[in-house]
């Protein structure tokens, strides 16, 4: 049982949520809001579906990642109706709610079938969930304007919501203890893989996303996804980059480590960490978060300079000329809840110097994102820049050492508060 602060966060932000769902509802002009679960998809021409994990909204209310076919209704100043989908089936189970405090904020019902429940009354009802469930069902299907308003509600994370992230990224923490210890005794990423999972106590399919372990070159593909079962015979480095759920609430942390006798690679990991570090220090109210994103690439070719991987350029050349997306080609970060990439991060297109940028805002309270920049060695992108009139500045030979370890991620979890921000990350250590 979770400890009683959590769950007396949890009827607070239950409070909270019904206020903001209204407000949204009244804003739209929609009397009632019915929200799918979801289904996971069955593969084309198999009768296995895919690992299912819920649709945000219904997440942001329950935290119930995997209950299918489920279905909760809102309506203003009434107990929301959350219909779970329990089927008479000897081949599945139906998994009892452990008994908590939260659940006598709805009105739970148990049903046998799938479609979507005959509501009474519903008055003007929008329906929102995947297009593949919503069938016939009555009302207005996913109204753009109304989802863009429920996204909304997820940005400012109640306490609630922050002491699950916090708790995410304390389990997570364990995982990559665990998967640094299992990189030291000369595992294989698979190994790896199984001392993380071991440690979280958490299946893969139930994490947040796909772990992230690359070994050596490996570390250069930044969402690398497969996994080598035989160790490597040189372990040169290990990027980590894995999370767990929490009551539907995600972590997201990346950490590398340089292997026996990588002095050169381990002084650009250190180096990376001070500028990671520096990065999260500048997370504020009121801060661009695009700023930030600059800032990671002014650091990054301070990086290049001392290292002597560039040279005949000062930094900011480097940063004008590309340079320095070579080496650092995605985004400094996201906003992270329910799910990893959380929603509402662009509401206007991402600046031109920042393609994947996922989050373009200014910072609030509340708001809880990561800080994650990278240095990687990505053939694709280094060989044209070699190629080109610029390659002059690369130092070739070091550049040709370092590939083989790949790359270099750090990524904390922030949440913006007040004053400042909180490290979720960081109050562990890793
Ligand atoms: N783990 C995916 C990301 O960091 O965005
Ligand atoms: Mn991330
Ligand atoms: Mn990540």
Redesign the pocket.
């Known amino acids: 049982m979770p400890e009683p602060t959590l769950l007396s966060l949890q009827l607070d932000h239950l409070n909270e949520l019904q206020n903001r769902y209204e407000t949204a509802l009244a804003g739209q002009g929609y009397d009632s809001l019915l929200i799918a679960s979801g289904a996971a998809p069955y593969r084309y021409g198999d009768d296995q579906a895919w690992h299912f994990q819920g649709y945000g909204p219904f997440l942001h209310w329950t935290g119930l990642t995997g209950r299918e076919h489920s279905w909760l209704w809102l309506r203003p100043g009434c107990r929301p109706i959350l219909w779970l989908f329990e089927p008479v089936d000897f081949w599945h189970a139906n998994p009892a709610l452990p008994e908590e405090p939260w659940q006598q904020a709805f009105d739970i019902r148990s049903r046998a079938e799938a479609g979507a429940p005959t509501l009474e009354n519903p008055g003007r009802l929008a329906v929102i969930g995947d297009p593949g469930e919503l069938g016939d069902i009555a009302g207005d299907h996913n109204p753009a304007g109304l989802l863009r308003t429920l996204d909304e509600t997820r940005v400012h994370k109640t306490a609630y919501e922050i002491a699950c992230l916090a708790e995410a990224n304390g389990r997570a923490l364990a995982g990559h203890r665990a998967a640094r210890d299992a990189f030291a005794e000369g595992e294989s990423e698979f190994g790896i893989s199984l001392a993380y999972q071991q440690a979280t106590r958490q299946r893969e399919a139930d994490a947040?996303?796909h772990s992230?372990i690359g070994l050596n070159e490996h570390a250069g593909t930044l969402?690398y996804q497969y996994y080598d079962t035989r160790p490597t015979g040189r372990p040169r480095s290990l990027l980590i980059?894995?999370?767990v759920r929490y009551r539907g609430y995600c972590s997201?942390i990346?950490r590398t480590t340089a292997g026996p006798g990588e002095s050169r690679f381990a002084a650009l990991v250190q180096g990376m960490d001070v500028l990671q570090q520096r990065l999260c220090g500048m997370v504020a109210p009121g801060v661009d978060y695009v700023d930030i994103h600059r800032k990671a690439h002014q650091g990054v070719a301070a990086l290049l300079s001392a290292s002597g991987l560039v040279t005949g350029l000062d930094d900011s050349a480097m940063v004008e000329q590309g340079i320095t997306r070579a080496f650092f080609p995605?985004g400094i970060?996201?906003f992270l809840g329910v799910q990893?990439?959380d929603v509402a991060g662009k509401p206007t297109p991402p600046p031109d110097d920042a393609p994947f940028l996922?989050l373009n805002r200014r910072l609030e309270s509340g708001m809880v994102l990561?800080i994650?920049p990278g240095l990687y060695f990505i053939p694709s992108l280094l060989d044209p820049l070699l190629a080109s009139p610029l390659g002059k500045h690369l130092d070739t030979a070091l550049l040709a050492e370092l590939r083989g370890c790949g790359g270099i991620?750090i990524?904390d979890n922030i949440a913006v508060t007040e004053s400042g921000a909180q490290n979720l990350t960081r109050n562990g250590t890793v």
């Open positions: 947040p996303y992230i969402h980059d894995a999370g997201d990346t995605h970060g996201h990893v990439h996922r990561t994650e991620r990524e």
